[in-house]
């Protein structure tokens, strides 16, 4: 029987990876022995174990249909995703992140919306020495993914006028503190001095015990008025408060959002986060942890569907909750201070830092860097990086933030980008700056459907029926995802599509451009090439009867679901 944190824990039965992990020894399994063996893949009982280190087993889809026919195993291969608090990495960090991406991945590196890094098609006998190569950089992949604090996420913006530095630093700190500290990550692919056997002493997980979390677990820090982050899909969503002198005081603080879901199943929905109170700076990393312990000892380890945080909120209300913190931390909050929220940002383009410096935002298609296509984003970034050593900051959008770059160093700057076919903002129609899609086939073993290959191809179609209306400089959201897991965010989007099957997306309206508000099911299964012509009268009905100033997403949910379909179709 495992043995959970939490009252009555042992009555309780539990799932298959709640077994798995009681069993893998602090994240071990039998890792280390299946990584010594001549085998293109780990077998299933360290499948779910390897996410806490970072890597998915994967194969690619690509092929899988002739393999079979050949009756030749699937190409297995590997995703490795970087964890990177604030999206913040040096120069000679990025410098390796992109050597090794070609020396052991598919040549691309995958800017993910938790501001990490994912190399894509590594194989097997190559994960030892890429995960000592980043360890080499100071770069870990412990707790990108798994049932346990993922990468922390912050707004990337150094602008001059904010304690952006000041909240990159808890970031980090929040990062470290709620980090496991298992030697599994350091025996198993750094070549630890001494493995872990039964006869040792025992180890212990002082935050997380034996099983982890009951499910993964987000963090993110927003500052007023900027939402880039969309701070309310998180589990714990922390809004930067500042005083007179515009130095950090404190956080608001959010808590139970999250954006996975199941198609047909009611029971499962995304959530936006609730207001929990406001605590002094001081206190963040104990309430932090406190908030870990209750979701550590009342999550739901029975079922994986209705495992995240958000759900224990809305079982037990948010009273219960603000209760169970206190009595893991000790102290009270504070009123929610006052909040708004401007036009949220993607900080593409130059923006000032102060001393003479710049920064500039670069938009980077769906978070893939790689060269093809006529334009060079990978070959480009290198040179920029060997040129200027600036500071990187990867962004919430998926787009890249080069900071440090002197006002004289602007025009060089800008002649690399032309020299390499890489697109300013100003080229770069409204309606793919504010697209994202997350990676779907050929690597995501959940994908139902495609999403980055295919979303370049309707953003093009949304582009030239929206110049015909004359709509071609609104701001509208559009996320895509080939599964219904939500990784782009697609359900706070104005227009979200999210794969429901073969080339096929169940469709959502409504979502508002600063991510504080979930769109609505309008259509469950939309044909990828009807995605479009299925929107025309909608974006018809917006010209003709918008209100004024009114955004698009507003438009839709004042229109409400009904109205929505009816209109959808009568096209």
């Not at 085998?39 to 996410?51: A, G």
């Not at 996420?153 to 496991?180: E, F, G, M, N």
């Not at 935002?361 to 296509?373: E, K, L, S, T, Y």
């Not at 990867?394 to 690399?416: C, M, R």
Request: hydrophobic content about 35%; proline content about 4%; overall charge neutral.
């Amino acid at each position: 029987m495992v043995l959970l944190f939490g009252e009555s824990a042992m009555q309780k039965k539990i799932s298959k990876v709640e077994e798995e992990k009681d069993n893998s020894r602090y994240l071990r399994g039998t890792i280390r022995e299946q990584l010594a063996q001549d085998t293109p893949c780990f077998d299933d009982s360290v499948n779910n174990i390897l996410k806490f280190h970072g890597i998915y087993q994967q194969d690619d889809r690509d092929f899988r249909q002739a393999q079979d026919r050949q009756g030749r195993e699937k190409h297995f291969i590997f995703m490795v995703r970087m964890k990177i608090p604030g999206g913040k990495v040096t120069s000679d960090q990025y410098l390796k992140m992109d050597e090794l991406s070609d020396r052991y991945g598919n040549g691309t590196l995958r800017v993910t919306t938790r501001q990490g890094i994912q190399f894509h098609g590594v194989i097997k006998k190559n994960l030892k020495e890429t995960m000592r190569a980043l360890n080499r950089e100071l770069i870990t992949t412990l707790g990108a993914c798994g049932d346990i604090e993922r990468n922390v996420v912050t707004c990337p913006a150094p602008l001059q006028d904010r304690a952006q530095a000041q909240v990159q630093q808890y970031a980090r700190k929040i990062s470290d503190q709620l980090l496991p500290k298992t030697k599994a990550y350091h025996e198993i692919w750094l070549n630890g001095e001494q493995a872990y056997s039964g006869e040792q002493a025992a180890e212990i997980e002082p935050l997380y015990g034996k099983t982890y979390l009951p499910r993964k677990f987000k963090t993110a820090i927003a500052f007023p008025g900027d939402n880039c982050v969309d701070v309310y899909t998180h589990d714990i969503g922390l809004v930067a408060i500042t005083d007179e002198k515009g130095d950090l005081s404190g956080f608001n603080v959010l808590v139970g959002g999250g954006l996975g879901m199941t198609h047909r199943k009611p029971e499962t929905h995304p959530l936006l986060a609730k207001p929990l109170g406001y605590v002094n700076k001081d206190k963040i990393l104990p309430l932090a942890e406190g908030i870990v312990k209750v979701q550590r000892d009342h999550g739901n380890r029975e079922n994986r569907m209705r495992a995240r945080m958000k759900y224990l909120i809305e079982e037990k209300g948010i009273e219960w909750f603000y209760a169970a913190v206190k009595q893991q931390t000790g102290f009270d909050l504070e009123p929610m201070r006052e909040m708004g929220w401007k036009e949220t940002p993607d900080h593409l383009g130059w923006h000032e830092m102060g001393g003479g410096r710049f920064f500039c935002g670069i938009f980077v298609p769906n978070g893939r860097i790689q060269d093809g296509a006529g334009k060079k984003l990978k070959s480009g970034f290198k040179k920029l990086v060997e040129t200027f050593n600036p500071e990187i900051r990867f962004t919430p959008q998926q787009n890249i933030l080069f900071a440090g770059i002197p006002v004289s160093g602007k025009e060089e700057f800008e002649g690399i980008l032309k020299d390499f076919s890489i697109r300013r903002e100003a080229e770069i129609s409204t309606i793919e700056r504010w697209s994202m899609a997350c990676p779907a086939l050929p690597t995501c073993g959940l994908a139902l459907t495609e999403s980055e290959r295919v979303l370049p191809g309707v953003i093009r179609e949304l582009e030239g029926v929206l110049t015909t209306l004359g709509l071609a400089g609104e701001h509208i959201t559009v996320r895509m995802t080939g599964c219904p897991n939500g990784c782009s965010r697609p359900y706070t989007g104005e227009i979200g599509l999210v794969g429901s099957g073969l080339n096929t997306y169940a469709l959502f309206l409504g979502g508002n451009f600063d991510g504080t508000r979930l769109n609505h099911l309008v259509s469950e299964r939309v044909k990828g090439d009807e995605i479009v012509r299925s929107l025309v009268s909608v974006f018809e009905a917006f010209k003709s009867a918008r209100a004024s100033g009114e955004r698009f997403g507003d438009f839709c949910n004042r229109l409400g679901v009904q109205e929505l379909q009816k209109l959808i179709e009568a096209q």
